[in-house]
């Protein structure tokens, strides 16, 4: 298994552009998870999603949406870049069946630069 | 809602010395208790969760927690740091019931000096 995969490793965009950040998963996980990580801040939740056809919003989610139509993808969206936008973001899945066999697993993360 | 406080930003520790890094949280209701590491410029991964029963749980690369109930924390420890153990670790909880999200604390930047 390839585990949660998030492409690409490094972005760097203007303000006002759009992308779409990729993450999958191969462990036919049901919750994924998008967190994004400031220095000094931890992780921030900014959107979740307990199966296809399902997401919530995190802490954060202000500039971001996010879409879930298959159990294996969950990219999240970037619409019009800004510099706060500049952060690490991460991509994590779980398979929640009971509350205790929920254990995160992450991807590498997306290092994106918006100036 | 829950909340994470991890008391020390930074630890500086000297090689096969023992360190404690410290964890708090705050919650109204029950709570499952987690400690994650990242290691530089990767993603991170689970050390070692609290769900039930025995209050002191053991991790992977001999690292152990002790949960507090009275004291509301989850200190992590480890008798003699590697050099391979410097990272970032990352205290978190999640409620028993429902099938709310993790909430992270900002983190302890573990270095570990020959």
């Known amino acids: 298994n390839a585990g949660v995969t998030q492409t690409p490793k490094f972005r760097i965009l203007k303000i006002g552009q759009s992308m779409t950040l990729q993450c999958a998963q191969d462990?036919?996980?049901?919750?994924m998870y998008w967190y994004r990580q400031d220095p000094g801040m931890g992780l921030k939740l900014i959107y979740y999603?307990?199966?296809?056809?399902?997401?919530d919003k995190g802490e954060v989610p202000n500039g971001y949406n996010v879409s879930r139509s298959t159990t294996e993808d969950f990219p999240l969206r970037l619409e019009l870049a800004a510099p706060s936008q500049t952060s690490v973001y991460f991509c994590?899945?779980?398979?929640?069946?009971?509350?205790?066999?929920?254990?995160?697993?992450f991807g590498p993360g997306t290092r994106l630069t918006v100036l | 809602a829950q909340s994470v406080t991890q008391l020390d930003s930074q630890v500086p520790v000297f090689e096969e010395a023992p360190v404690e890094l410290r964890c708090n949280y705050s919650?109204?209701?029950?709570?499952?208790l987690f400690w994650y590491v990242q290691y530089p410029n990767q993603g991170l991964q689970l050390l070692l969760k609290?769900?039930?029963?025995?209050?002191l749980v053991k991790g992977i690369n001999g690292f152990e927690a002790e949960f507090n109930k009275s004291q509301t924390s989850f200190h992590l420890r480890k008798p003699s740091v590697h050099i391979s153990d410097t990272a970032e670790y990352f205290c978190?909880?999640?409620?028993?019931?429902?099938?709310?999200?993790?909430?992270f604390g900002k983190g302890t930047r573990l270095s570990v000096i020959a």
């Open positions: 994590a899945s779980s398979y929640l069946r009971t509350s205790s066999t929920d254990t995160q697993y």
């Open positions: 462990m036919n996980h049901n919750y």
């Open positions: 999603s307990v199966g296809a056809g399902i997401t």
């Open positions: 919650s109204s209701v029950s709570v499952y």
């Open positions: 609290y769900l039930s029963g025995s209050t």
């Open positions: 978190a909880v999640r409620t028993i019931s429902g099938n709310t999200p993790l909430v």
